[in-house]
């Protein structure tokens, strides 16, 4: 392995401001590939329906993008491949219903299929069909189903994998995007004790270099460039000003994140109810101990069924003592995407089959509140609003939680301070 590239990649996932650290690692990564996964089975079946509409904005489609759009920088920009564009007529799966169906056979291959050829030829036969506008900026779809099969695509990674290799990757070839994915898959190999199984990691070095975040190694052999480069990279200052802010930023999200989970933990635990905490969250520190102290550490038989996984994910979970039944649910939507949380809460009340009452609520700051809405009442989540979703602002909660703690019985407290859509 060439000295250069392996100092490259350690420096890339030391930096706390590089993709790796702030996205990567991220535990938000993790717990929205079920609910992205969950919206494109959405739009596989209205297609096949044929009530996918002939429009964008507000569409099942726009929902799911939305939601790889806020997975931080790195997707930062994912729905402009996907925004109708009326002069050009692109992209051409909105108006034209033998292209839309062709798009929905595609998402439905990739869905169903789990080895690598099966997909290929999936994205090839889409190819064939030669949809205007409809290019490999699709790829991010696919990732959030087959992490481990296809690379993400946006023009700063073909930028860094051009530089990196001296290739030609253009923008908009499914073609050349299939030869940068076997590239990066290969690159992937030969470096494989310092990445991952999992493309998204190789995909964000690309991104970093295309954003021009490292300079590049030298050409193997050159000592003298080599040396040089070595120190340039170790210039690299550790936090740029636009990086470092987005951090702090970032940090602040996840401190608060946490806060609001300890408010309802201890609420749940003062109302007499057991408490489960999202099995990613379970050790992060919070007041002297961590997060999980006192609470439950594994979910009752009844909910270790399909669906589990996104469940395990959910905020806070109330449950009652003795027969372990569930009693409320909270997702915390701190900044990160509230249709993910949507999500969780539906596999939560369907986890028996037909869907369950629980109390389920969405927790998030007060100036959040129009942003819940408009997603609740979303078309796509209509079956989300018979359940009584309720939204729970921050505000009445940091204000009433110690009185009910104190002084309420049962979740009706709680019920009075959250607001029905």
């Known amino acids: 392995m060439p000295e250069t590239t392996r100092l490259l990649i350690d420096r890339w996932k030391q930096d706390p401001n590089g993709t790796y650290q702030s996205w990567f690692l991220w535990p938000e990564r993790l717990k929205n590939f079920r609910s992205i996964r969950r919206g494109i089975g959405q739009v596989i079946k209205e297609i096949d329906e044929g009530s996918f509409g002939n429009v964008y904005r507000g569409s099942s489609l726009q929902t799911v993008v939305a939601s790889i759009a806020e997975q931080r920088q790195i997707f930062k920009g994912a729905d402009h491949a996907f925004l109708w564009k009326p002069k050009l007529r692109i992209p051409d799966i909105y108006e034209d219903r033998d292209n839309q169906r062709a798009f929905g056979r595609l998402l439905h291959a990739c869905h169903c299929c789990t080895k690598e050829a099966d997909v290929l030829q999936a994205i090839r036969t889409l190819e064939a069909k030669s949809i205007k506008g409809l290019g490999p900026a699709a790829a991010n779809l696919f990732y959030f189903i087959h992490p481990t099969i296809v690379v993400p695509f946006n023009t700063a990674i073909v930028k860094g994998y051009n530089a990196l290799t001296g290739a030609a990757v253009k923008l908009g070839r499914w073609d050349h995007y299939l030869a940068m994915r076997q590239g990066l898959i290969e690159f992937n190999q030969r470096h494989r004790d310092l990445l991952s199984n999992d493309l998204g990691a190789v995909a964000g070095l690309m991104f970093d270099l295309g954003m021009e975040r490292y300079p590049l190694p030298p050409a193997e052999g050159d000592a003298k460039a080599t040396d040089a480069w070595a120190k340039d990279l170790a210039a690299v200052r550790e936090e740029t000003a636009a990086f470092a802010k987005q951090l702090d930023k970032n940090r602040v999200s996840d401190e608060g994140h946490t806060e609001v989970q300890g408010w309802l933990r201890d609420l749940g635990l003062a109302l007499g109810f057991s408490v489960w905490i999202a099995s990613n969250d379970q050790s992060r520190p919070y007041n002297g101990g961590r997060l999980a102290d006192g609470c439950l550490t594994v979910l009752p038989l009844a909910l270790q069924n399909e669906g589990a996984d996104a469940v395990r994910l959910i905020d806070v979970i109330w449950l009652e003592r003795e027969s372990g039944t569930v009693v409320a649910a909270f997702e915390v939507e ?5 249709y993910s949380g949507i ?79």
């Not at 701190?334 to 509230?338: A, D, Q, V």
């Not at 037909?354 to 007060?366: K, S």
């Open 334 to 338: 701190h900044t990160t995407s509230i």
């Open 343 to 421: 999500v969780r809460l539906l596999d939560l009340a369907l986890s028996g089959g037909a869907a369950q009452r629980h109390h389920l609520f969405l927790v998030a700051p007060d100036e959040r509140e129009a942003d819940v809405r408009q997603q609740v009442l979303r078309p796509a989540f209509s079956q989300v609003r018979e359940l009584n979703i309720r939204y729970l602002p921050y505000g009445e909660l940091r204000q009433h939680r110690e009185a009910i703690a104190r002084f309420g019985v049962g979740i009706k407290p709680v019920e009075a301070i959250a607001r029905m859509f």
